[in-house]
């Protein structure tokens, strides 16, 4: 396929410091081939007209839980270790491949309409979450989740390798497949050993949960002697290229661990929040030199999938903890829902960013909105002022997902129903 954004404002994410480009973007197969003028050789089967509207690198959501949108609203303001042992957790015991579809189908539906291009995602059934990005042209790094609570868990793993085996690298590279070692308070000690050397082998990443809360955070330290970041780090995970979600209780020595073992932390603002779990020190992680990104957990915790709110929030949030104006500017938040997120995913090399052979994972926001006026400072309006409904057009490897607010790869009347009525039908059982 040939496509020929005409007339646009391009916001490249190449640099530190905002870049813009007045041009015509062309994109054949699934890369960006030009920038600039539209050479005589070129033929567009699609053209799109990129007046009024700012492109953007596809946003990378670091971190979610895409099936639990089935458990939207069903257990919200809760304490934390509530939510996850009595109501949560119960629940999951009864989830089945269907619904995992059902939910994650209509987990996609919602990203791609806010703009989101690639994710990762951290549960179970992970075939039938493939199964949902291949289908509907996403991008995704998939990690089955793995607990150790029995001997019985260590046919976990086996699973986790027979997913890679079958499913990275597929679709073209879309999707992906890493190790998902849930948290401290999960996995033991050679059990984490276990799915760091497994890692190593296969060249895989790790996408793990660390100092989400307080309490954990106390139960390791009185289990271990060690901060979680300490434990993970002499488990030997960081080995392995590690992402790591919430690090919000973290001390100037832990970070000082993750910037030396290059590990990348998921900021989560709106589900910390939600929770009451506090505030990543993410301008300290930042100065310290971590690659820091974005996430939106997942859709039971959030309650939803929405880049720019977090986006938003990273940028306000960090500011009153701070007591500083100053902490976390526009343009960084920016970074982290992009190039950041590409570079803790391991796909930094391909997207994130507009150049020249990358992957065309392209976003088309409409500022012909009252919000945007007057137009001052474009970073500035899409972190304080954007919302996710001002994104029109979404490219995912070349391949238009939706235009003009019309989903193509989807049925979603058809996904929103199907989820409705396994959602009810769980809960209802519950």
């Not at 509207?53 to 946003?59: A, E, M, R, Y």
């Amino acid at each position: 396929m040939s496509l020929l954004i005409k007339n646009a404002t391009i916001l490249t994410m190449e640099s530190d410091k905002p870049e813009f480009l007045n041009a015509d973007l062309g994109v054949k197969g699934n890369r960006i081939i030009f920038i600039g003028n539209v050479p005589d050789n070129f033929k567009a089967v699609t053209e799109i007209d990129g007046t009024g509207k700012v492109v953007l690198p596809g946003l990378v959501n670091s971190h979610s839980h895409i099936a639990m949108s089935l458990m939207r609203h069903y257990a919200d303001d809760l304490p934390f270790w509530t939510w996850l042992n009595d109501r949560i957790m119960p629940l999951e015991h009864k989830l089945t491949g269907p619904d995992i579809y059902a939910g994650s189908m209509l987990s996609i539906a919602e990203m791609i309409r806010s703009g989101i291009t690639t994710f990762a995602d951290m549960y179970f059934f992970v075939d039938e979450i493939a199964q949902a990005v291949s289908e509907t042209g996403i991008r995704a790094n998939l990690s089955r989740g793995l607990v150790f609570n029995s001997p019985d868990d260590i046919s976990k793993i086996d699973e986790s390798l027979e997913i890679f085996h079958k499913w990275n690298n597929s679709n073209d590279e879309r999707i992906k497949i890493d190790l998902g070692p849930h948290a401290p308070y999960t996995c033991g000690p050679e059990y984490l050993k276990k799915i760091s050397k497994i890692a190593g082998d296969i060249g895989a990443g790790i996408h793990i949960h660390i100092s989400e809360s307080r309490r954990e955070v106390e139960e390791i330290y009185s289990l271990y002697k060690k901060s979680p970041v300490e434990y993970v780090r002499d488990c030997g995970i960081f080995e392995n290229r590690t992402y790591a979600a919430h690090c919000v209780k973290v001390t100037d020595d832990d970070i000082s661990i993750l910037a030396n073992n290059n590990v990348s932390v998921i900021n989560n603002p709106g589900s910390n929040l939600k929770f009451g779990n506090g505030f990543a020190p993410v301008s300290k992680m930042l100065d310290a030199g971590i690659n820091v990104s974005l996430g939106t957990d997942g859709p039971a915790s959030n309650n939803n999938l929405n880049m720019f709110e977090e986006m938003n929030l990273t940028a306000l949030v960090n500011k009153a903890a701070d007591h500083s104006p100053t902490s976390v500017p526009a343009y960084t938040a920016l970074q982290m829902a992009t190039i950041n997120g590409a570079k803790a995913l391991g796909l930094d090399s391909e997207t994130g960013s507009i150049k020249v052979g990358k992957k065309a994972d392209l976003i088309l926001v409409d500022m012909e909105k009252p919000h945007f006026y007057p137009k001052l400072d474009i970073v500035s309006s899409l972190i304080y002022s954007a919302q996710a409904s001002d994104v029109c057009s979404v490219i995912c490897d070349g391949r238009l997902l939706m235009r003009d607010k019309q989903l193509l790869t989807i049925d979603e009347m058809k996904v929103c129903n199907d989820a409705d009525v396994l959602a009810k039908r769980l809960i209802g059982n519950s």
